[in-house]
């Protein structure tokens, strides 16, 4: 893995060649701007007292629409170009014929796109401070540093799938669509699935599908529970997916 910090430097200026990742940046920057602002007006209306379920701090990301949609547009537009572009130019090839391993092209791929996905999610951290020492509201910071968690883990495997796509075809638009299918897939059906066998009564199957629905799992960070088994289910995710593109790529180097 010598090679991995030179290829991912790379890819990272790769990134701010092209108006993609600045577009993105706007998209997220206008939708921390508004969450912060409707969170400002959620504190600002008087309140007896907050449910630990509808407390405003709590909701601020993880039961904010507008980011889920951002989340889910964001990361196909991230991960498209990494794997297919390289196909449709021929620079993969090029790339095959140097001494550097499948293993290194994808993971200093994967960490590029996990450090853009990262900083999509500064604008709404860097809001926070500003609450606390200027609005002298006095907020647990333990929650947001759990759900930071959650969201870390969550995108290292969301980035793995996107890259998984654009490494099967060589049309970044046909990569696009199918990491959105998918991701659409993870964060929408899966909490469909949740409330239809809840309703349906069937309790065995209704607390699996709770486990796995994405966005009760990072509610449930947001919380300020960190529950290691989602951790190791996202890690464990995002390693086999990486390991299926690696082979991938090792299959039609040996073709």
Known sequence: MRHVP??????????FLSPTAYLVLLGFQVVAFLNFWELVESLARPQVEFSNL?????TY???STPFWFAILAAVPLLTMRLLAEETRSGTIETLATLPITEGEIVVSKWLAGVAMYLVLLLPFAL???FLYYQGKYQFDVGPLLSLGVGLTSMGMMFIAIGLFFSSLTRNQL??????FVTLFVLVVTSLLLL???AERRWNGWADVARHVAILNQIHDFALGRIDLRTVALHLSVCTFVLYATTSLLAARRGC
């Open 127 to 129: 809001y926070l401070p």
């Open 54 to 58: 509808r407390d405003p701090m709590t």
């Open 61 to 63: 990301i993880s039961g």
């Open 174 to 179: 046909v990569a696009a669509v199918w990491t």
């Open 195 to 197: 409330f239809f066998l």
């Open 6 to 15: 030179t290829l991912f430097a790379r890819e990272l200026a790769a990134y």
